[in-house]
């Protein structure tokens, strides 16, 4: 079992696999296998689950998610990737948990927030970030996986309001939400140059073939 930082990769089935030490113990978020190493137990990381366990899959170069971090997570859905990110930053870490679907969100507390008390569920709309009422403080990452045609300037406003200086974004693209008659190439360019006003671009990699014309842009955040 080889350690890197806050992840690890365990033996499964033959195979190295990429998982995080499991903070509810027992405790299933996806039917994610549980492995017991000198009794730590780890739950594996599914790439075709996670499009942040894709990128690390795919080279990602920066990981700022660690013990005690502060995370934003716009996006969260039914809390696949909230759940790992909050095995990482553990108990005095803290995920706030943006989702406005209110069926998804509801499997996001029946699932993941109620066993993790790092968890803050915000049912709201990403748009409206100053509604935000369990908000408090700065963030040291802002992650945003959101499929609307907006998901930059959502990103954006969000990190003007949370995120501290050097802060970091991971911005997920879904090209195909943003306009499908332009090519992915070019719709991940144009997003990029929004960011690059406030954002210096660490990295941009393809979520390929974890998601088809997805792409992750890692960023720190600068007010100049």
Known sequence: ????????????????SLATENLVPGNQ?????????????????????????????????D??????????????????????????????GKVFAVEHASRVARDLLDRVASYRSNITPIIQDARQPKDYFSMYGKVDIVYCDIAQPDQTDIAISNCKLYLKEEGYLFLVIKTRSIDVTKSPQRIIEEQIKKLEKNFDILQTIDLKPYDKDHAMV???YSKN
């Open 1 to 16: 079992m080889a350690e890197d930082n806050a992840f690890v990769w365990v033996k499964s089935e033959g195979r190295d």
């Open 29 to 61: 978020v996806y039917n994610e296998k549980l492995i017991l190493k000198k009794g730590v137990e780890y739950r594996t990381w599914d790439a075709f689950r996670s499009k942040l366990a894709a990128a690390i899959m795919n080279n990602l170069e």
């Open 63 to 92: 990981f700022p998610f660690k013990d005690k971090s502060k995370v934003l997570y716009l996006g969260a859905s039914t809390g696949t990737t909230v759940s790992h990110i909050s095995d990482i930053v553990g108990p005095q």
């Open 218 to 220: 890692i960023a720190t």
